[in-house]
C-alpha cells in the first residue's frame, strides 16, 4: 500500500498557478533528494556503489544537478543526453554510456568526457577501432535470453529485447578487447523494467556475479564494474507497495558476499542505472479541468494532453489523480479524464471513481516525475508544458518554460512560401 498525497494545498498549487498557468509538471526536490539518499543508504555495505541517473526520464539540468549533489551520475544513450551531462558538470567514469545503434560522433562525445562505454553489441568494438582508439574501460552488455523465466511489457523478453549479446558473445568481446589493450571491463545486463518485487532485481544481480565468476574462471579476467540496469517499479496504483531498498540491498549483499568476494571482486563498483524510481514517484502533472461532457459516458476534459504525460494513452498506465480540495469527498462518479488530441486514447483515466469534478478544478496527475515530460511530443501541435521545482520552503523556481507555437515553427521557413 501507499498513500498517494500531494507535497502541497490547493491554497498553495492556486497560488503557484497564478504565475505559472497549468498545465505544468512540478517536482518534489526534497523528495527527490530523501529517496536517492535511502537507496544509496542501503548499498553502504558495497566498496563501491553508485547510481546513474537515466537522464532518459527526466532530461532537466535543474533535476540533474540536484541528483549530482547527492553523488548520482549519469545514464546516457544519445548525444543531447551527453550534452545535459556537460552543461551540468557530470563527466568521467560519473557518466555511463549505454546506448545501443550508435553513431560514432556520440561515442566520440562520450569518450571526450571520459565516459564509461557500454557496448551494446560485439561488431561495436570493429566500428569504435575504425574510426579511432579503443578506452582503457570498456563495459559489455548481456542479454541473457530464454534463460530468464519472463520479461514484462515494456522490455519484453530478453530474447526478443534488441539489447545486448549473448554469452558466447561476452566472452569473444573480453577476449578481443584485451588483445587490444583494453585493461578494464565491466559488465551490464537490464531485463526488468517496473519491477516491484525485489526478488526480479536480486535475481539479476545473482546472475550478473555468476557471469563475473564465469568470466574469472575461463579468462583470467576480474570485472571491476557490475551494472544491474534500471527497472526498480514505480507503484502507480495505491494498493501496490515500493520497493524497500533495504531489502533489495540486503538480497543482493547476500549473493555478493557469497560470490564475489572469494573471488577476490570484493571491492569492484555495483551500480544501477534507475531513472523511473529516482524521479517518477515525486513529480506531478498539474492540470485544470476546462470540459465536461455527457454521452455514453462521462467526460472530463483537462488543459493537458499526451504532450505532457503519454504513458496512460501508450501503455494504457495507471496514474492515481487527486481533485484539489476534494481529496476527503466521496468518489462516487465515474469520469474518462481526456486530453485534447484528436486520438482516442488521449486519456489520464478512464473509467475512475472520482469526487465529482467542475470546470476550474485542480486536478493532479500522479507520478509524473518520469517519462513524463520527456516522452511528451508535438502531435496535433500540442505545446509540451513548463517544469517546475518545489523547494524545501515552498518556493517555486521554473526549470524550463512552456514551449510556445514560435517553437513548434523554429523549423519552418514561411519566407519562402
Ligand atoms: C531506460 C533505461 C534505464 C532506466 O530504466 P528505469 O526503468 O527508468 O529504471 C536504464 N538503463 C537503460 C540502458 C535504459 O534503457
Known amino acids: 500500500m501507499n498513500k498517494k498525497t500531494v507535497p502541497f494545498t490547493e491554497e498553495q498549487i492556486r497560488k503557484i ?38 537522464v532518459k526520464a527526466t532530461p532537466n539540468p535543474y533535476i540533474m544537478k540536484v541528483l549530482k549533489d547527492e553523488g548520482v551520475g549519469s545514464d546516457c544513450s544519445s548525444m543531447a543526453e551527453l550534452i545535459l551531462c556537460e552543461k551540468v558538470g557530470i563527466t568521467g567514469h560519473d557518466i555511463i554510456f549505454s546506448s545501443n545503434d550508435t553513431p560514432y560522433e556520440e561515442y566520440k562525445k562520450a569518450l571526450e568526457l571520459g565516459a564509461m562505454i557500454n557496448l551494446d553489441d560485439i561488431t561495436v568494438i570493429d566500428y569504435m577501432e575504425k574510426h579511432g582508439p579503443l578506452p582503457e574501460w570498456i563495459c559489455v552488455r548481456y542479454n541473457p535470453g530464454p534463460l530468464l523465466k519472463s520479461g514484462n511489457d515494456i522490455i519484453g523478453m530478453p530474447e526478443e529485447a534488441k539489447y545486448g549479446m549473448t554469452k558466447e558473445q561476452i566472452f569473444e568481446a573480453y577476449r578481443i578487447c584485451r588483445s587490444k589493450g583494453v585493461k578494464h571491463f565491466g559488465l551490464h545486463t537490464m531485463v526488468v523494467s517496473n519491477e516491484l518485487d525485489p526478488n526480479g532485481l536480486i535475481n539479476t544481480a545473482k546472475m550478473m556475479f555468476e557471469l563475473a565468476v564465469e568470466i574469472k574462471t575461463e579468462l583470467g579476467i576480474l570485472v571491476e564494474f557490475i551494472d544491474f540496469g534500471g527497472g526498480i517499479g514505480v507503484a502507480y496504483k495505491p494498493e501496490q507497495t515500493p520497493v524497500d531498498y533495504t531489502i533489495l540491498s540486503a538480497g543482493i549483499k547476500k549473493y555478493f558476499e557469497k560470490l564475489m568476494i572469494p573471488n577476490g571482486m570484493g571491492d569492484i563498483r555495483i551500480s544501477f542505472e534507475c531513472g523511473r524510481v529516482i524521479t517518477g514517484p515525486f513529480g506531478y502533472l498539474v492540470t485544470t479541468a476546462i470540459h465536461h461532457k455527457n454521452i455514453w459516458k462521462q467526460y472530463i476534459g483537462t488543459d493537458a494532453s499526451m504532450a505532457n504525460l503519454m504513458r496512460p494513452g501508450m501503455y494504457g498506465a495507471y496514474h492515481h489523480l487527486t481533485v484539489m480540495g476534494k481529496e476527503n469527498a466521496p468518489a462516487d462518479h465515474v469520469y474518462d479524464v481526456t486530453g485534447s488530441l484528436c486520438e482516442n486514447c488521449d486519456k489520464f483515466a478512464v473509467d475512475r471513481n472520482l469526487p465529482q469534478i467542475v470546470d476550474g478544478d485542480i486536478l493532479v496527475i500522479h507520478d509524473a516525475g518520469a517519462h513524463g515530460h520527456s516522452m511528451g511530443f508535438n502531435y496535433n501541435g500540442k505545446l509540451r508544458s513548463a517544469e517546475l521545482l518545489l523547494h524545501e520552503d515552498g518556493t517555486v523556481t521554473q526549470i524550463r518554460r512552456a514551449e510556445t507555437v514560435n517553437d513548434l515553427f523554429a523549423t519552418l521557413d514561411f519566407s519562402a512560401l
Not at 35 to 49: G, M, Y
Open 17 to 54: 498557478i497564478s504565475q505559472y498557468p497549468t498545465p505544468f509538471h512540478i517536482y518534489d526536490e526534497q523528495a527527490i533528494r530523501e529517496n536517492v539518499r535511502k537507496l544509496i543508504e542501503a548499498f553502504s555495505w558495497a566498496a563501491d556503489f553508485k547510481e546513474y541517473f537515466a
